[in-house]
C-alpha cells in the first residue's frame, strides 16, 4: 500500500524558513517523479514543485522561485521542501504527492502569520 | 498558465440520478506523445484528494464504474451514472501535460 507521511508544517512567521518532509513507502520512491501541491480554502489547489527520480530536473511555480527548493533522498525515500522568506500567501496545507498525482499524502499545514 | 475551467460550482443531484461535471482548459492538453493528461479528483470531506480519472478517460483502481471520463483538446467532461450518498464532495480538473500543473476550482456535489 503506499503511504506519504509528511511532516514539518507549523506557525512561522514572515521571512522565516521551515522544511518539510515526505516519508514515501510502498512504491518504487527511487523511480518515481515526486511533487509537493499546496491547498488554500481561497486559492484552492495549486502545484508548487516536482523533481524527477534522480533529483536533477526541479521545476517550480513562479510564485516560489527563488524562495522554495525541493529535494529528495532516494536511500531514506524521503522528498523535502525547503520553504524560505515564507509569506502570508504561502499559508497553505501541503500535500506530497506522487508522479501526476495518483496518490497523496494527508498534508502538513503551513502557517505564516505575526 | 494553463487555465482551467469548471462547471457548474455547485452540483445538488438527487440520489441515484446521473450527474456531469464540465472542465474548459485554456490551451489544448494534447501532449507532443498524444497523450492528454487530464485527470479527474474527488476530495471528500475531510480527507486528501483522490485520483479517480486519469489520462483523459482511465478509471483508477477501485474507482467505480460509474464514474467516467471523456472530451478532448480543450473540453472535458466527468459523468457519474447514479450518484450514490458516497460521492458527495469536490471534484476537481487537473491538467498535467503543460507546466505548471494546474487545477479547476473544483465542483461541489451535494445530495438534493
Known amino acids: 500500500e503506499v503511504q506519504l507521511v509528511e511532516s514539518g508544517g507549523g506557525l512561522v512567521q514572515p521571512g522565516g524558513s521551515l522544511r518539510l518532509s515526505c516519508a514515501a513507502s510502498?512504491?518504487?520512491?527511487?523511480?518515481?517523479?515526486m511533487s509537493w501541491v499546496r491547498q488554500t480554502p481561497g486559492k484552492g489547489l495549486e502545484w508548487v514543485a516536482n523533481?524527477?527520480?534522480?533529483?536533477?530536473?526541479?521545476n517550480f511555480v513562479d510564485s516560489v522561485k527563488g524562495r522554495f527548493t525541493i529535494s529528495r533522498d532516494n536511500a531514506r525515500d524521503s522528498l523535502y521542501l525547503q520553504m524560505n522568506s515564507l509569506r502570508a500567501e504561502d499559508t497553505a496545507l501541503y500535500y506530497c504527492?506522487?508522479?501526476?498525482?495518483?496518490?497523496w499524502g494527508q498534508g502538513t499545514l503551513v502557517t505564516v502569520s505575526s | 498558465d494553463v487555465v482551467m475551467t469548471q462547471s457548474p460550482l455547485s452540483l445538488p443531484v438527487t440520489l441515484g440520478q446521473p450527474a456531469s461535471i464540465s472542465c474548459r482548459s485554456s490551451?489544448?492538453?494534447?501532449?507532443?506523445?498524444?497523450?492528454?493528461?487530464l485527470n479527474w479528483f474527488q476530495q471528500r470531506p475531510g480527507q486528501s484528494p483522490r485520483r479517480l480519472i486519469y489520462?483523459?478517460?482511465n478509471r483508477e483502481s477501485g474507482v467505480p464504474d460509474r464514474f467516467s471520463g471523456s472530451g478532448s483538446g480543450t473540453d472535458f467532461a466527468l459523468k457519474i451514472s447514479r450518484v450514490e450518498a458516497e460521492d458527495v464532495g469536490v471534484y476537481f480538473c487537473?491538467?498535467?501535460?503543460?507546466?505548471?500543473?494546474?487545477f479547476g476550482q473544483g465542483t461541489k456535489l451535494e445530495i438534493k
Open positions: 504527492v506522487v508522479g501526476r498525482a495518483s496518490r
Open positions: 523533481i524527477n527520480p534522480d533529483g536533477s530536473q526541479k
Open positions: 489520462e483523459l478517460s
Open positions: 510502498g512504491f518504487s520512491f527511487s523511480n518515481s517523479w
Open positions: 490551451e489544448s492538453l494534447v501532449y507532443s506523445d498524444g497523450n492528454t493528461y
Open positions: 487537473m491538467q498535467a501535460t503543460h507546466w505548471p500543473h494546474t
